[in-house]
């Protein structure tokens, strides 16, 4: 059972905003963000049961999520335009009390251009290498 947490405007976005779910399995969603900021493609991947951090242990090491093939697979076909993306530490998230990670191109004439570089990337990936 997913835990949910009335007034989290994460919790049951996926059943608010099904025109942004790109992905969904029993566990993660990727959802469209709802400002692009100026991106072609800016996501979310969030955790579906409220949790406001990842042990320490899982956070640093989020291989276990973006390994998986599913999410991989959706992950190069919606950055499947551009060359890079990067997932991002949640350091200037808006929502600080749902754990979510941020992924974006790299747009230098988007919005946030240079809080993008500003935050702690957790990996590039390298779409056309990504297997």
Not at 53 to 67: A, E, H, K, L
Request: charged share 25%; hydrophobic share 35%; net charge negative.
């Amino acid at each position: 059972m997913n835990k949910r947490v009335e007034g989290c405007p994460l919790c049951g976005i996926c059943e608010r905003e099904p025109e942004n779910v790109l992905y969904e399995d029993e566990h993660f969603a990727i959802i469209r963000t709802a400002n692009l900021k100026g991106h072609h493609e800016r996501v979310m991947l969030i955790l579906k049961r409220h949790v406001s951090d990842i042990p320490p242990n899982i956070s640093y090491d989020f291989s276990w999520v973006t390994n998986t093939p599913d999410i991989r697979q959706h992950l190069k076909e919606i950055f499947g335009y551009t060359y890079k993306a990067v997932i991002m530490e949640g350091k200037y998230g808006s929502y600080p009390d749902q754990w979510h990670l941020c992924i974006t191109d790299l747009e230098p004439d988007s919005e946030d251009h240079q809080q993008i570089l500003g935050t702690p990337w957790l990996e590039i990936i390298d779409i056309k290498e990504w297997k």
